[in-house]
């Protein structure tokens, strides 16, 4: 559903220049760069994956990272400050958390 959400978001805001792929980081091929990485899956497959999410953003990009519960939520930062990534936003509903981490420039 995320998917389809953010191709009818782009054709309805008109912004074709925004690239969309449906796939885990096996969707990324290895000379890919993008402003923005975005996530919602699990714990153990955001973990499996930071350093391709990491590898594929710009310096200064966003990885945005959601579908995990808040106890997972000092492992991924563990994770992402690992990858060179800090943490700028976290949002919490009903046990359910989002997090936007900035990768250095």
Do not use: C, M
């Amino acid at each position: 559903f995320a998917y389809e959400n953010a191709l009818e978001n782009i054709a309805l805001n008109g912004t074709p220049d925004i690239e969309v792929r449906l796939g885990g980081a096996e969707a990324l091929r290895e000379d890919d760069t993008f402003d923005y990485v975005i996530a919602n899956i699990n714990r153990n497959i955001i973990l499996g994956d930071i350093a391709r999410y990491t590898a594929a953003l710009n310096a200064g990009g966003s990885l945005l990272v959601s579908g995990f519960l808040t106890e997972d939520v000092e492992y991924i930062t563990a994770a992402a400050a690992a990858h060179n990534l800090t943490l700028t936003t976290q949002l919490e509903e009903e046990g359910w958390v989002a997090i936007a981490f900035q990768k250095a420039q």
